[in-house]
């Protein structure tokens, strides 16, 4: 079974930095993709990065600039830096995987990151 555990999300003031992890229970080699989006309350989830299995990066416009998305394959986990972060930054961050050959999606439960002004 696929798993993808999220970790790192909590409480900043604005302008702080959070380091996101997603650490999946199988190789990451065998995802062709892996990215993170996240839902505030009410509203609907939004991709904010992804990266592929060949490290290419691509970043919501909210995100470019201030986010970064990295991958570890020797630790079989993914990363989201988030610097400069502002309140319209506080939802739910979610990781998701689409794994190569079947195209099957998977999503980890979230992480919380809630930024204060």
């Known amino acids: 079974q696929v798993q993808l555990v999220e970790s790192g999300g909590g409480s900043v003031q604005a302008g702080g930095s959070l380091r996101l992890s997603c650490a999946a229970s199988?190789?990451?080699?065998?995802?062709?993709?892996m990215g993170w989006y996240r839902q505030a309350p009410g509203k609907q989830r939004e991709v904010v990065a992804s990266?592929?299995?060949?490290?290419?990066?691509t970043y919501a416009v909210s995100a470019e600039g201030r986010f970064t998305i990295s991958r570890d394959n020797t630790k079989d986990t993914v990363y989201l830096q988030m610097n400069n972060l502002e309140p319209e930054d506080t939802a739910r961050y979610y990781c998701?995987?689409?794994?190569?050959?079947?195209?099957?999606?998977?999503w980890g439960q979230g992480t919380q990151v809630t930024v204060s002004a």
């Open positions: 199988i190789k990451i080699l065998t995802f062709a993709a």
């Open positions: 990266i592929s299995d060949g490290g290419k990066t």
């Open positions: 998701t995987a689409v794994r190569r050959l079947t195209g099957a999606n998977y």
